[in-house]
């Protein structure tokens, strides 16, 4: 159940991080559950250095957490991608 779990969490967290950068027509549920899951990490790892906490349980606190390190995630995504059109 667990892992269950945590990619509904990511599915939800990337979309609406998708959504708060301007991906969200560019992006499916797998990219959604994917950058959601890693910006659960991103996010967890940059709350765990500002000292704000960690992603050790399924609450509102840990969401916001995802949802901050996915949109991270996402804006060095389209900084990448936006270099790379203009050549």
Do not use: H, K, Q
């Not at 990619?7 to 560019?26: D, E, K, P, Q, Y």
């Not at 250095?49 to 957490?65: A, N, Q, W, Y």
Request: no cysteine.
């Amino acid at each position: 159940m667990g892992i269950l779990l945590w990619i509904i969490f990511g599915a939800i967290a990337g979309w609406i991080a998708s959504m708060l950068t301007g991906n969200n027509a560019r992006m499916g549920l797998i990219a959604n559950i994917v950058v959601g899951l890693l910006g659960a990490f991103i996010g967890g790892w940059i709350a765990s250095l500002l000292g704000i906490g960690t992603l050790m349980v399924f609450d509102f606190r840990s969401f916001l957490i995802a949802i901050g390190g996915s949109v991270v995630l996402l804006t060095i995504i389209n900084l990448f991608s936006r270099g790379s059109r203009r050549n």
